[in-house]
């Protein structure tokens, strides 16, 4: 398998426009995890989902935020409008269910940075 | 919310020395991770621990899962220059599936 994939690596945005980053887990992979990384906060949970069905969103910052899971192979994380401070490094993780293994493999990353 | 105690923030070492870093919580945990993340890219798992009191190695790596589920410890043996990067510790547990981080412990390596 080729990992998680994320995309784009890069996004440069203007304020008030939407932004979507986008994820494939890894295959067989039943939970997915949104996560943001800045300096200030380090890495924080946004979102995760099980079998496609969020399940926690408490680390969404605001109702700008928005994450979707149409599918087991795909995933979107969505920022309408973006602002300044959304500016960071957006990964995406998934894992397999195990009753005892619970370590995530994380994409590349998305480095966002809206002006 | 779950919050991790990591320490120290940052370190600046000599190729050849060792190093070490641990994570605290006021929470009892199932499961301890240790990741590191180098420039540009994700984190990468180096050690599970799911047993309190566990001691794993994985090459110049050895952790510990505290008695107390509430610690862990992370040393690297003989550092080189690729171990530079961010050193994560994660738990898990707690009636929860989620994967909480502590802030990170970046490591820098003078050859």
């Known amino acids: 398998d080729a990992g998680v994939i994320q995309s784009p690596r890069h996004e440069v945005t203007e304020m008030g426009q939407e932004v979507t980053l986008r994820c494939k887990p890894i295959s067989g992979h039943d939970y997915l995890f949104w996560y943001r990384q800045t300096m200030m906060r380090g890495l924080e949970l946004l979102i995760y989902f099980n079998n496609n069905v969020p399940i926690d969103d408490s680390g969404m910052p605001e109702d700008r935020f928005s994450a979707k899971m149409p599918n087991a192979s795909f995933s979107t994380l969505k920022i309408q409008p973006s602002e300044p401070r959304d500016s960071a490094v957006y990964f995406c993780a998934s894992r397999p269910y195990s009753r005892f293994y619970t370590e995530a493999f994380f994409g590349q990353g998305t480095r966002l940075t809206v002006v | 919310g779950q919050q991790l105690n990591q320490s120290p923030q940052s370190m600046f070492i000599q190729e050849g020395e060792d190093v070490s870093m641990n994570c605290t919580s006021s929470?009892?945990?199932?499961?301890w991770l240790w990741y590191k993340q180098d420039p540009g890219e994700g984190p990468v798992l180096l050690i599970a621990l799911y047993k309190a009191g566990e001691l794993t190695s994985n090459g110049r790596l050895t952790a510990q899962f505290g008695i107390t589920r509430k610690d862990s410890f992370l040393n690297i043996s003989a550092s080189i220059p690729s171990d530079v990067g961010i050193y994560f510790c994660?738990?898990?547990?707690?009636?929860?599936?989620?994967?909480?981080f502590g802030k990170g412990m970046k490591l820098t390596v003078n050859p």
């Open positions: 929470s009892i945990f199932n499961t």
């Open positions: 994660a738990v898990s547990g707690g009636g929860s599936e989620k994967l909480v």
